[in-house]
């Protein structure tokens, strides 16, 4: 019984971290689409945005144990 709750309570607690960090994320992309103007500069700011998530991910991945 007791796994049982456990596992109910991360499932739960993973999907309320997983939606505040969409929204977090929405609200950070909405904020650079307005406060970067022109394509090379957003193309540049994606592109170290892309390398930062290359190497992230797999950090946050292995910290989390998946």
Same mark, same amino acid.
């Not at 309570?9 to 971290?17: E, K, N, P, Q, T």
């Given at each position: 019984?007791?796994?049982? #709750?456990?596992?109910? +309570?991360?499932?739960?607690?993973?999907? +309320? %971290?997983?939606?505040? +960090?969409?929204?977090?994320?929405?609200?950070?992309?909405?904020?650079?689409?307005?406060? $970067?103007?022109?394509?090379?500069?957003?193309?540049?700011? /994606?592109?170290?945005l892309g390398v930062a998530a290359y190497? #992230? %991910?797999? $950090?946050? $991945?292995? #910290?989390? /144990?998946?």
């Amino acid at each position: 019984m007791a796994a049982f #709750l456990a596992e109910l +309570l991360f499932d739960f607690v993973g999907s +309320l %971290i997983g939606n505040w +960090l969409r929204q977090v994320f929405v609200a950070v992309c909405g904020w650079l689409d307005t406060g $970067i103007h022109g394509r090379a500069a957003r193309l540049v700011v /994606g592109g170290l945005l892309g390398v930062a998530a290359y190497f #992230l %991910i797999p $950090i946050v $991945i292995g #910290l989390l /144990g998946f």
